[in-house]
């Protein structure tokens, strides 16, 4: 229903988005002031002796958070850095996933992150990673990477509780560089969302990064293969993330016959989703997740039912590399 208010087009939304436009107005008045307590030094951040990195967005829902974070730990460590990953930990998926994606780097859960970049620190790593953290302004960062979703741009930002967003998209001017994400949208979605953040912050630079099906992989086995295995398939989809829309869309343009099966982002899968699931697939040539829901269905799917595969996020960046090398750079051998 919350999805349909912020995204429907028809009179019953638009109503809908009218009626709830005080609250989004104080809303809107709240987050404004106290953006300029931090502003002002009346709130004050906490320093840390090691450099933190956020990477956020301004929106509720997926942007590609985690596979950004995953992938700028993984090119911290190409450097010789020593990375630690800090975030709040919802749903418990993204720790796993992060533990998946980059084994052996640090990953912490804390919902106080200031208390979590200290524990990463008395660990020894030397450069922390905050995973969803733009408006957790009490911990200080010394960069601000913040992810624009080109698949969920609808063109006017609409705050809390009219519409998904945290702030206004004038608050990327707090970013140090801004990574338009997309999994489907096209150029011309990317170039509308471009053209808003030259508006909105023209002096943020921005890159372009592309997040695409990675190989399709058995949970039960460990087997890998390639997407073209998908072409012509007949798939039951798995997805408890926000906008589960965008991955069904991939899987459909990888040539498979697509069965969606939708739950809340976060969803805490039982037993019974597991065997009811099972029971949906049928005959169907795969079962296929995200990475994000496989490392919570994994144990609860019935082996009688066959291979659970899932398909992570590969990332690719389109445009703008030199912009993330140099603030990558300045963060690992900041100037003197």
């Known amino acids: 229903m919350i999805e349909t208010v912020w995204t429907g087009r028809g009179k019953r939304a638009r109503a809908a988005r009218a009626i709830l436009a005080p609250a989004e ?59 630690a990953v800090v975030l709040r930990g919802y749903g418990g998926d993204e720790t796993i996933v992060h533990e998946r994606l980059n084994q052996g780097i640090p990953v912490i859960a804390a919902a106080d992150r200031v208390r979590g970049i200290r524990e990463a620190v008395a660990q020894g790593v030397d450069v922390v990673i905050l995973d969803d953290a733009f408006q957790h302004r009490r911990a200080r960062r010394d960069a601000d990477i913040l992810l624009v979703s080109a698949d969920a741009w609808m063109g006017r930002p609409r705050l809390l509780p009219a519409g998904p967003w945290r702030e206004p998209l004038r608050a990327a001017r707090r970013a140090t560089l801004v990574i338009i994400t997309r999994k489907t949208a096209d150029r011309s979605a990317v170039e509308d969302v471009k053209r808003a953040l030259a508006n909105a912050a023209p002096r943020v630079p921005v890159a372009i990064a592309h997040l695409a099906p990675g190989d399709l992989k058995s949970t039960a086995t460990g087997q890998i293969l390639p997407l073209h295995a998908l072409q012509g398939a007949d798939l039951t989809a798995i997805a408890a993330i926000a906008q589960p829309e965008s991955f069904f869309k991939q899987l459909t343009e990888l040539g498979a016959v697509v069965r969606p099966f939708t739950f809340p982002d976060h969803h805490a899968f039982t037993q019974a989703d597991a065997l009811n699931l099972a029971a949906e697939a049928g005959n169907s040539d795969f079962v296929v997740c995200t990475l994000k829901d496989a490392v919570k269905l994994e144990s609860l799917w019935p082996a009688e039912a066959g291979s659970l595969w899932y398909v992570s996020q590969r990332l690719r960046i389109e445009n703008g590399q030199e912009h993330i090398d140099r603030l990558l750079d300045n963060l690992v051998s900041p100037a003197t």
Not at 46 to 52: A, I, N, W, Y
Not at 66 to 82: D, H, I, M, N, Y
């Open 25 to 83: 107005a104080l809303y809107g008045a709240v987050i404004a002031i106290r953006g300029k307590l931090y502003d002002w030094g009346i709130f004050r951040a906490t320093e840390f002796s090691v450099p933190v990195l956020s990477v956020g967005n301004l929106s509720v829902g997926g942007t590609g958070k985690t596979p950004v974070a995953a992938w700028l730990a993984s090119r911290f460590l190409e450097k010789g850095a020593a990375p």
